[in-house]
């Protein structure tokens, strides 16, 4: 869209000069007003001059000398709109000196120098200007004959006989003149249109090539998210099922190393799916009732091995009061920012420590005001790097000693969060000391959620008594999920599109159906739906998990997600999905 909007400004440079394309017509207008004027001064100066009559050829060469210098002040830049001030104030001393020095001062001549000034005025400086020059003009010429013919006041400096040479060039001069403004005008006025219509079609053919290129943009990271993450999935769930079979201690710790880059691969595709979601204004905040004490603490303790492998200490200091407080808000969102935020710090901090420190400033009986503050000893941001520092994809390297890898979408998918919520994502830096991002938000009080005693995430994953209909297309994907329902003696079948699964619900009895999208012959949506529709109620409310790559949000935006019960992504953990099939039999027992 940017390539598209410079070679417009290329090929139309007037109509983006300008606030509007009538602006480029009334200083054109003005420039050939100009320059008319000094032609005729030349030329009237040289009759004057020839006549010896040498106060006249002053007064031409002095009002000569004015609209030449109204002409260099518009070819050096000066705004016109100042330049055509100048220049009917001096049509208007025209008219007044013509009036005052000739016998017949209201002739002909005068009255041409009216409409000259009629017409300039409202073609350059608009209507209200042009009316003020137009009714000042016509009052200096009728107080002038107003003082003559009323009160016998003689104000003339000289008085002056009309010369029929210079009268009958002045009228044929002014009179072409006039024409000739009209016609430039209007002229310009339609190239002015036509050169705008073809500008506002281009513009929308513009608007159109990037709406097409969003859409593209969208539809290509939902694929490609989809493409990568299913062999993901795959790689992240084998790994689970070595991890699961008792390994050795070093192959234990290779695997987790092999798991801990995978985890960070699919971080990447969620942050770039994270920040497409935001730019197309899909991403919704949730509002639920949540601890902000208990998140930050749960990522803190994430995040402790992850800075404890590069030596750093990392440490979180919260206010004691915070460990009361139940909000409404998003607890998601929030634990992306500062998960953003923390390992930000530490991907830039080589020694030292990092730091969180969140404490509660306002409090009322209805909201709480959280202030929320990484920070660490890291290597800084170079001042030249502040104006961009949250835009995509830019790194911040130490120059010469060491260079940082990543994505660069950190801090912006953390800006665009907070600026959701409503806040503003703030730093200080000093290079070579440290980094401190800083934001707050207020959230409204809440009452603790009353519990229902569903089980929560363990590690003992002991066995279920349920039954599962799986609908998954990937081989590898239906091997995984295969060897955990095993090994938790989960009753399951297995098939590979919506249409079979379907079919499947209508001859069998199932208390959860796991379900992918995107799956040949029938989609995992068209199949939930068809679901939903049958005349059999109690299969109609079965539970439907959509385990698929596909994102929350785009589910949420689509209106498909309602359609399900719940939704879990891939790659998943092990722990969640045992979880919630516990619940699910916990509850349907």
Known sequence: MQEILRTLKVKYPAFWQDTYAISHIRQQ??????????????????????????????????????????????????????????????????????????????????????????SAGFYILGPRWGLFYSLLSVFLVGSVVFLNQYFRVEIKIQAYAVDTYALTFALLYNYLMLIYIHYFFFKESELANAKETTLLSELKIAAAQARDLAEYKTNFLITMSHEIRTPLHAIIGGLDLLSFENPKNEQAKNLDNVRFSADILSSIINDILNLNDIE???????????????????????????????????????????????????????????????????????????????????????????????????????????????????????????????????LSLAQRLVNLHGGKLDFTSQEGVGTSFFFDFAYPLSQE??????????????PLDISVLVAEDNNMNAMILKSFLNKWDVRFDIVDNGQAAVESMLANDYQVILMDINMPVMDGIQATQNIRA????????????????????????????????????????????????????????
């Open 29 to 118: 207008t003005l420039r050939f007003l100009l320059f008319a004027y000094c032609g005729m001064g030349v030329l009237l100066a040289v009759l004057h001059f020839v006549q010896n009559r040498s106060f006249l050829l002053w007064r031409v060469l002095f009002f000569t000398a004015l609209s030449w210098t109204g002409y260099e002040m518009l070819r050096r830049g000066t705004p016109f709109k100042k330049v055509g001030h100048f220049a009917l104030i001096c049509l208007c001393l025209i008219v007044l000196s013509t009036a005052v020095l000739y016998q017949q001062g209201h002739y002909l001549v005068t009255f041409q120098f009216i409409f000259v000034i009629l």
């Open 280 to 410: 197309d204004n899909q991403t919704k905040l949730q509002k639920k009732p949540f601890q902000p004490g208990v998140v930050i603490t749960d990522i803190c303790q994430k995040l402790e091995a992850t800075a404890g492998n590069k030596g750093l200490a990392l440490t979180l200091n919260a206010s004691p009061e915070l460990s009361k407080f139940w909000v409404m808000g998003d607890p998601v969102r929030l634990g992306q920012i500062v998960m953003n935020l923390i390992s930000n710090a530490i991907k830039y901090t080589d020694h030292g420590s990092v730091e969180v420190n969140m404490r509660a400033e306002q409090i009322t009986h209805h909201q709480v005001q959280i202030f929320f503050k990484v920070s660490d000893t890291g290597i800084g941001i170079p001042v030249e790097v502040f104006p961009y520092i949250f835009e995509p994809f830019k790194l911040v390297n130490s120059g010469m000693k060491k260079q940082y890898h990543g994505t660069g979408l950190g």
């Open 449 to 462: 959620p009353v519990s229902f005693g569903t089980p929560a995430l363990s590690k003992d994953l002991g």
């Open 534 to 589: 049958f005349e059999n109620r109690k299969k109609a409310n079965v539970q439907i998990i959509a385990l698929t790559a596909t994102s929350k949000e785009s589910l949420e935006s689509s209106g498909s997600l309602t359609l399900f019960d719940d939704w879990i992504s891939k790659p998943f953990h092990p722990q969640i999905l045992h979880a919630k099939l516990a619940s699910i039999s916990w509850i349907t027992r």
